[in-house]
C-alpha cells in the first residue's frame, strides 16, 4: 500500500520540464483580465462582447506553452485567448481589441475575441472567425502545408511543426469538425484536435452534439486517430495529457484528438446569466475551478505561498497597466475602414507565397499565338501545366481532379506529370476543399482548389466568406489568396444543381475577384494573374465555352497575362452598348450583326470595367446589359444602378436588361432554350432600343 501511494504521489509530482511559474502567471493574468472585462469595462460599455474563459484557462495555457516550433499553428475560437497569452500576445493588445481600438487584432473591425497572431519567430494564432466550427477546415489545411514544407519543399524547420485546433463541445456536431477530422486521417496530418468539453454549447447540452455527450470516447475506434481524454482541471493530469497528446503528434506526424474537461465558470457571455443551471451544477462547477487546485497542487511542492502572491500582484499590475494602455490608444480613424479588402501594395504579414518573398515573372498582356486554335478546357490546362512547373508552390485539388482528370477534363494528365502531393482528389465535402485550401495558403502556398459544379458551393459558403474578408478583418496581419476554379452554367440542357450561375454571390462577398473569361485566350490571361496575384479569386468555366467553337483561340503565351477590370471591346459602333460575360459574349455578338454596337466582354465581375461601360454609354447613349444569370438582383442591376448614377444626363432610352426568368436553370432543351437569352430575342432588344 505504501508504495503504490508513493508511485501515485510520483506519478502526480509536478513535470519538471514545464515552468509552472510561468502557468501559474499567465492563469492569474487571464483571470485578471476576465475580471477587469466583467467588473469595469463591460459595465462601463467599453467592450461589447465579453466571453470568459474561466475554467477553461489553465488546460489552454498549458497547451499554448507546449507550441514551441516556429511554424506551429493555432487556430481557437473566441474563449482562447488564454491561450494567446501562452503564445506571447500582449495583453494591452487583448484589450485593447476587446474595446474596438486601433491596434491589436483588427484595428476595431472585428470582435476582439476573433483572435489572429502572426508570428515569423514562433507559434501563430490562425486568423479565427466567428461561426463555430469554422476553425477546424483551415487548421487541417495549415497541417497539409507543413507536411508539403517538409517533404516536397524539403524544409528541415517544419519537421516538428504541428498544426493544433480548438472548439468546445458543441462544436463537434459541426460540418467543419468532420470534414477537418476526415481530412487529417485520410491524409496522416500532423493535426491536434483539442476539445474543451464544458457540457454546454450556450444552453445545449453537449449529450445533443454527440451521442452521450463524450466525443472522445465516440472516436475511439476512429482509424489513424490517437485519442486522449481526461480532466482538464487536474494540473498533474491536463499537463500529462497534453504532453503526450502534443509529443505524439510531432513524433508520429499523425493526427490525435485530446478532450479535456472543463467548467464554464461564467455564462456562454457576459449577457448569459445561465439560468438554465441548477444551483447544484453551478456550484459542482465551481468546486472544479483549476486556479485554486493549481495553487495547492504548486504551492509548496514548487513555489511559496509568497511567491504565489506575488505572482498575483504581478498579474494585476499588469493587467492595469495594459488597461490604461488600452484606453489611450484611439478608436480607428473611420476613413480607414475601406482599405485592405484587397491587396493595395503594402504586403501583408503572414499568407500567400508574396509575403515570402515571391516575385513573379514578367509578363504581357500582347498574345504571342502560335496561331492553332485550342478550346478553353486545353487552354486552362496548359496554363496549370505551366504555372505548376515553374512554382512549386502551387497546388491543385478537389473531387476527381487526379487520375480521371476532373469531370471537365481539364486536369487530365497533371497528376501523372506533377505527382499526387501537388495535383490530388479530395473527399467529398465543400467545406473541406475551401477551408483546406485556406490554411495552405496561410501557410504560404497557392492553392488552386475545384468545386465539380457552381451550386456545390454552397456547403462551402462560409469558409468562402470568411476567406474574403481575412484581409480587411485582421487589418492585413493576414491574407489567404486562393484560386477556386468553379465550372457552372447551362452545357446542353440544364438543371437546377449543375448549371447555376450565380456570379453575382462572389462579387457581393467582400475581398474576392471574379473572372469570367468567355474564351480561351482570356482564360490563359486572367487565370495566370489569379495565379501570381495576391487576392483570392474565383475562376468561373462556363461549361458551355470549355469546347465551344467561338471560344476557341491560339494560346497567348507562357508570358500572357490580363489585369482584372479591363473589360474587351469584341465588336464596336455608335448607336447602342452592349454589356455582357461568358457564355452570352457570342450570342451578343451575332444578334448585333449589322448593328454599329459596342459588345463589351467584362471578363471580370470584381472589379468590373465601370469606365469602359460608361464611356461606351456616354458615346452611343443606349445601353442593355445581357446576362444568364436570374434578373432580380443580378450583377446586371448594379450595372444599370451605376450607368443610371453616372450617366443618365446621356441617354436617349431606358437602361435596358435581358436575362433568365427568376427560376432555375430547366433541365430540358427546349425548356433552356426558353428560358436563357437567345440571339433572336437579344436581337429583338437591340433593335426596340435603337428605335426608342
Known sequence: MAQAALRRI???????????KRIAYLLQLSRALDEMEETRLVPEKKVLYQFSARGHDMAQILL??????????????????????????????????????AGGYSDGRDIGVVFNYPNRSGASALPMCGGVGSQYTPTAGWAQAIEYCRTVLKQSDYDRAIAVVLGGDGSVASNGFWSALTIATTQTLPMLFYVEDNGYGISVPSTLQTPGGNIAANLSGWRNLAVFDGDGCDPAEAARLTTEAVDFVRENRAPALLRLTVPRLEGHSFQDTQTYKSENVVRAEWARDPLPRL???LVPAVMSAEEWQASVAQASSAVEAAREAAEARPVADPQTVTSHVFFEGEMQQMGGQHSLGYLAPPTSDQPAGDGKRINMVTAIRRTLDRELSINERVVLFGEDIGPKGGVHAVTLGLQEKFGKERVFDTSLSEE?????????????????????????????????????????????????????????????????????????????????????????????????????GNDPVIFFEHRAMLDHAWARRPYPGDDFALPFGKARFTRQGDVITIVTWGAMVPRCEEAAEGISADVIDLRTLMPWDREAVLSSVRRTRRCLIVHEDLGTAGFGA???????????????????RLTMPDIPSPHNPVLLDWAVPSVERIHEKIQSLVEF
Not at 516550433?69 to 487583448?94: F, N, Q
Not at 492585413?476 to 489568396?481: D, S, T
Request: hydrophobic residues 40%; negative net charge.
Open 10 to 20: 510520483v506519478r502526480n509530482a509536478p513535470d519538471e520540464t514545464i515552468d509552472w
Open 64 to 101: 499554448g506553452c507546449r507550441l514551441t516550433e516556429r511554424h506551429d499553428g493555432a487556430c481557437g475560437y473566441y474563449r482562447s485567448r488564454p491561450l494567446l497569452l501562452a503564445l506571447g500576445v500582449d495583453p494591452a493588445d487583448a484589450l485593447a481589441s476587446a474595446m474596438g481600438r
Open 295 to 297: 495553487k495547492d497542487y
Open 432 to 532: 473541406g476543399i475551401v477551408g483546406r485550401a485556406v490554411g495552405m495558403a496561410l501557410a504560404g502556398l497557392v492553392p488552386v482548389p475545384e468545386i465539380q459544379f457552381r451550386k456545390y458551393a454552397e456547403p462551402a459558403t462560409e469558409q468562402i466568406n470568411d476567406c474574403g474578408t481575412i484581409r480587411w478583418r485582421t487589418n492585413n496581419r493576414f491574407a489567404a489568396p486562393i484560386v477556386l476554379r468553379m465550372p457552372g452554367g447551362f452545357f446542353k440542357c440544364g438543371d437546377p444543381w449543375h448549371s447555376q450561375t450565380n456570379e453575382v454571390a462572389f462579387v457581393h462577398q467582400p475581398g474576392w475577384q471574379v473572372a469570367v473569361p468567355s474564351n480561351a485566350e482570356d482564360a490563359v490571361g486572367l487565370l495566370r494573374t489569379a495565379l501570381r
Open 638 to 656: 448594379e450595372i444599370s444602378a451605376v450607368v443610371a448614377d453616372e450617366a443618365f444626363m446621356d441617354l436617349d432610352a431606358p437602361v435596358t
